[in-house]
T-cell receptor, first 111, second 112 residues
Framework: GQQLNQSPQSMFIQEGEDVSMNCTSS?????WLWYKQDPGEGPVLLIA?????ELTSNGRLTAQFGITRKDSFLNISASIPSDVGIYFC???????????FGAGTTVTVRA | ETGVTQSPTHLIKTRGQQVTLRCSSQ?????VSWYQQALGQGPQFIFQ???????GRGNFPPRFSGLQFPNYSSELNVNALELDDSALYLC???????????FGQGTRLTVV
């Protein structure tokens, strides 16, 4: 099956800092999604990307769909304490409705 | 607009038992997918239901089965539970023509 490699695995950041994380795949996807999961909850959709090269923002979040269709990046600007959580990338293959997830990036914010 | 709801939220079962987990899809969504999330990992696709039929399956044995009902709600059934089945089970609903899947809060299953 598809391997999605998400990095970094975890990060400690200072409040107010910008955060970057990325996801790479061994195969191409036609859609990339980014989710955030809080403890004991299900993943919440943050951003959806549909075209190679697409750059999309949602408030302080910005995500990009890589040109090769094998990678995606998520940036969080001016982090705040509620940004704490686990961020997952997910990709979908053409003609396949399932989502393949990365292992997640755990973000901890120091006040 | 109601979101995806799952029941129960927590469950403890004994090895060898059977379990049924339930999911109500988000209003307007006709497709339901189930995922298994082990501790410290990303969700793994189990299967998807559309028009009351299984429409794609991940690498899970036949003892994992499901149903979708005319109102688009769904059940996940697991027979002959094993210790490794302990995980968070997530249900996600979507529409057929859109990729965005919206998740419920999950059911935490513990097999002892």
């Amino acid at each position: 099956g598809q391997q999605l490699n998400q990095s970094p695995q975890s990060m400690f950041i200072q409040e107010g800092e910008d955060v970057s994380m990325n996801c790479t795949s061994s195969s191409i996807f036609n859609t990339w999604l980014w989710y955030k999961q809080d403890p004991g909850e299900g993943p919440v959709l943050l951003i959806a990307l549909y075209k190679a090269g697409e750059l999309t923002s949602n408030g302080r979040l910005t995500a990009q769909f890589g040109i090769t269709r094998k990678d995606s990046f998520l940036n969080i600007s001016a982090s705040i304490p509620s940004d704490v959580g686990i961020y997952f990338c997910a990709g979908q293959n053409p003609n396949d409705y399932k989502l393949s997830f990365g292992a997640g990036t755990t973000v901890t914010v120091r006040a | 607009e109601t979101g995806v709801t799952q029941s129960p939220t927590h469950l403890i079962k004994t090895r060898g038992q059977q379990v049924t987990l339930r999911c109500s899809s988000q209003s307007g969504h006709n497709t339901v997918s189930w995922y298994q999330q082990a501790l410290g990992q990303g969700p793994q696709f189990i299967f998807q239901y559309y028009r009351e039929e299984e429409n794609g399956r991940g690498n899970f044995p036949p003892r994992f089965s499901g149903l979708q009902f005319p109102n688009y709600s769904s059940e996940l059934n697991v027979n002959a539970l094993e210790l490794d089945d302990s995980a968070l089970y997530l249900c996600a609903s979507s529409t057929r023509d859109r990729t965005e899947a919206f998740f419920g809060q999950g059911t935490r299953l513990t097999v002892v």
